[in-house]
Protein backbone atom coordinates (compact mmCIF):
# COMPACT_ATOMS: atom_id res chain seq x y z
CA UNK A 1 0.00 0.00 0.00
CA UNK A 2 1.39 3.54 -1.15
CA UNK A 3 1.87 6.26 1.66
CA UNK A 4 -1.10 8.01 -0.24
CA UNK A 5 -4.03 5.28 0.12
CA UNK A 6 -2.49 4.26 3.56
CA UNK A 7 -4.88 6.52 6.28
CA UNK A 8 -3.90 5.10 9.42
CA UNK A 9 -2.41 6.85 12.12
CA UNK A 10 1.69 6.59 12.63
CA UNK A 11 1.09 7.15 16.50
CA UNK A 12 1.13 4.50 18.56
CA UNK A 13 -1.26 4.62 21.97
CA UNK A 14 -0.47 5.29 24.69
CA UNK A 15 -0.89 1.94 26.32
CA UNK A 16 -0.84 -0.34 24.30
CA UNK A 17 -3.40 -3.25 24.66
CA UNK A 18 -2.65 -6.30 25.73
CA UNK A 19 -5.38 -7.99 23.22
CA UNK A 20 -6.77 -9.98 20.64
CA UNK A 21 -9.79 -10.04 18.64
CA UNK A 22 -12.36 -12.81 18.33
CA UNK A 23 -15.84 -13.09 16.98
CA UNK A 24 -18.51 -12.70 18.92
CA UNK A 25 -21.90 -14.65 19.49
CA UNK A 26 -24.94 -14.93 21.57
CA UNK A 27 -22.93 -16.73 24.35
CA UNK A 28 -20.58 -13.33 24.77
CA UNK A 29 -23.92 -11.26 24.41
CA UNK A 30 -24.03 -10.81 28.70
CA UNK A 31 -20.34 -9.62 28.50
CA UNK A 32 -21.06 -7.11 26.10
CA UNK A 33 -24.13 -5.88 27.29
CA UNK A 34 -22.59 -4.97 30.74
CA UNK A 35 -20.06 -2.87 28.34
CA UNK A 36 -22.63 -1.60 26.57
CA UNK A 37 -24.43 -0.32 29.58
CA UNK A 38 -21.55 0.95 31.94
CA UNK A 39 -20.37 2.80 28.15
CA UNK A 40 -23.79 4.63 27.25
CA UNK A 41 -26.71 6.37 28.93
CA UNK A 42 -28.93 5.01 26.09
CA UNK A 43 -27.79 1.57 25.64
CA UNK A 44 -28.96 -1.38 23.04
CA UNK A 45 -30.69 -4.16 24.25
CA UNK A 46 -29.47 -7.82 23.92
CA UNK A 47 -32.48 -8.17 21.83
CA UNK A 48 -30.19 -5.48 19.27
CA UNK A 49 -27.58 -7.62 19.73
CA UNK A 50 -29.16 -10.50 18.99
CA UNK A 51 -30.82 -9.20 15.69
CA UNK A 52 -27.23 -7.86 14.39
CA UNK A 53 -25.97 -11.51 15.23
CA UNK A 54 -29.09 -13.54 13.43
CA UNK A 55 -28.59 -10.75 10.72
CA UNK A 56 -25.07 -11.71 9.74
CA UNK A 57 -23.53 -8.73 10.68
CA UNK A 58 -19.85 -8.97 12.01
CA UNK A 59 -19.42 -8.81 15.63
CA UNK A 60 -16.01 -8.42 17.13
CA UNK A 61 -14.48 -8.70 20.25
CA UNK A 62 -11.16 -7.29 21.88
CA UNK A 63 -10.18 -9.72 24.86
CA UNK A 64 -7.46 -9.80 27.31
CA UNK A 65 -7.37 -13.62 28.24
CA UNK A 66 -11.12 -14.43 29.15
CA UNK A 67 -12.26 -10.72 29.39
CA UNK A 68 -13.63 -8.22 26.77
CA UNK A 69 -12.62 -5.25 26.58
CA UNK A 70 -14.47 -3.86 23.96
CA UNK A 71 -16.66 -4.84 20.89
CA UNK A 72 -17.39 -4.05 17.51
CA UNK A 73 -20.53 -4.06 15.35
CA UNK A 74 -20.57 -3.74 11.46
CA UNK A 75 -23.05 -4.01 9.38
CA UNK A 76 -21.94 -5.36 5.54
CA UNK A 77 -24.29 -3.96 2.73
CA UNK A 78 -22.83 -5.12 -0.95
CA UNK A 79 -19.39 -3.27 -1.34
CA UNK A 80 -19.87 -0.54 1.81
CA UNK A 81 -19.21 -2.11 5.69
CA UNK A 82 -21.26 0.58 7.99
CA UNK A 83 -19.91 0.41 11.50
CA UNK A 84 -22.82 0.48 13.50
CA UNK A 85 -21.23 0.37 17.57
CA UNK A 86 -17.52 0.56 18.17
CA UNK A 87 -17.74 0.54 22.19
CA UNK A 88 -14.96 0.12 24.85
CA UNK A 89 -15.50 -0.96 28.40
CA UNK A 90 -15.08 2.16 30.03
CA UNK A 91 -12.48 1.30 32.69
CA UNK A 92 -10.47 0.25 29.72
CA UNK A 93 -11.14 3.34 27.34
CA UNK A 94 -8.14 5.57 26.20
CA UNK A 95 -5.60 2.65 26.20
CA UNK A 96 -5.77 1.58 22.60
CA UNK A 97 -8.81 -0.95 22.46
CA UNK A 98 -10.83 1.33 20.16
CA UNK A 99 -7.54 1.89 17.92
CA UNK A 100 -7.50 -1.99 17.90
CA UNK A 101 -10.73 -2.35 16.92
CA UNK A 102 -11.19 0.04 14.44
CA UNK A 103 -7.79 -1.10 12.98
CA UNK A 104 -9.01 -4.55 12.63
CA UNK A 105 -11.84 -3.77 10.96
CA UNK A 106 -10.09 -1.65 8.24
CA UNK A 107 -8.13 -4.83 7.64
CA UNK A 108 -11.01 -6.85 7.33
CA UNK A 109 -12.40 -4.43 4.81
CA UNK A 110 -9.66 -4.33 3.05
CA UNK A 111 -9.52 -8.02 2.54
CA UNK A 112 -13.04 -8.05 1.72
CA UNK A 113 -12.08 -5.20 -1.06
CA UNK A 114 -14.57 -3.10 0.36
CA UNK A 115 -14.99 0.30 -1.12
CA UNK A 116 -16.05 2.41 1.48
CA UNK A 117 -16.71 2.62 5.64
CA UNK A 118 -19.81 4.49 7.06
CA UNK A 119 -20.66 5.24 10.48
CA UNK A 120 -22.44 8.13 12.25
CA UNK A 121 -20.90 9.43 16.00
CA UNK A 122 -22.27 11.91 18.01
CA UNK A 123 -21.77 15.07 17.66
CA UNK A 124 -20.79 15.89 20.96
CA UNK A 125 -18.63 12.80 21.76
CA UNK A 126 -15.08 14.41 20.79
CA UNK A 127 -12.85 11.57 21.47
CA UNK A 128 -14.60 9.19 19.19
CA UNK A 129 -14.43 11.79 16.65
CA UNK A 130 -10.82 12.28 16.94
CA UNK A 131 -10.65 8.47 16.69
CA UNK A 132 -12.05 8.41 13.39
CA UNK A 133 -10.31 11.44 12.09
CA UNK A 134 -6.89 9.92 12.70
CA UNK A 135 -7.78 7.07 10.38
CA UNK A 136 -9.14 8.88 7.54
CA UNK A 137 -13.26 9.23 7.78
CA UNK A 138 -14.47 12.78 6.97
CA UNK A 139 -17.83 14.19 7.91
CA UNK A 140 -19.93 13.39 4.49
CA UNK A 141 -24.14 14.36 5.94
CA UNK A 142 -25.57 15.60 9.56
CA UNK A 143 -28.73 13.47 10.67
CA UNK A 144 -30.48 15.99 12.97
CA UNK A 145 -31.86 14.71 16.39
CA UNK A 146 -30.48 11.28 15.52
CA UNK A 147 -29.88 9.74 18.77
CA UNK A 148 -31.77 10.36 21.91
CA UNK A 149 -29.89 12.23 25.14
CA UNK A 150 -30.37 13.02 27.75
CA UNK A 151 -32.33 16.42 27.68
CA UNK A 152 -34.42 15.57 23.99
CA UNK A 153 -32.04 14.59 20.95
CA UNK A 154 -28.83 15.04 20.06
CA UNK A 155 -27.49 15.01 16.12
CA UNK A 156 -25.22 12.60 14.17
CA UNK A 157 -22.32 13.38 12.05
CA UNK A 158 -22.10 10.69 9.21
CA UNK A 159 -18.97 9.70 8.43
CA UNK A 160 -17.08 8.25 5.77
CA UNK A 161 -13.92 6.67 4.68
CA UNK A 162 -12.82 4.95 1.44
CA UNK A 163 -10.71 2.32 0.68
CA UNK A 164 -8.60 1.44 -2.11
Known amino acids: MNAQTDQSPAVSPVHPPIAHILSLDEEDLPAVQRIEQAAHIFP ?54 GRLLLEYMIEQARKAEVSSLWLEVREENAAARQLYAAYGFKQVGLRKAYYPAKDGREDALVLMRTLD
Open 44 to 97: WSERVFKDCIRSGYYLDGAYDGAKLLGFSVVMPILNEWHLLNLCVDPKRQRRGI
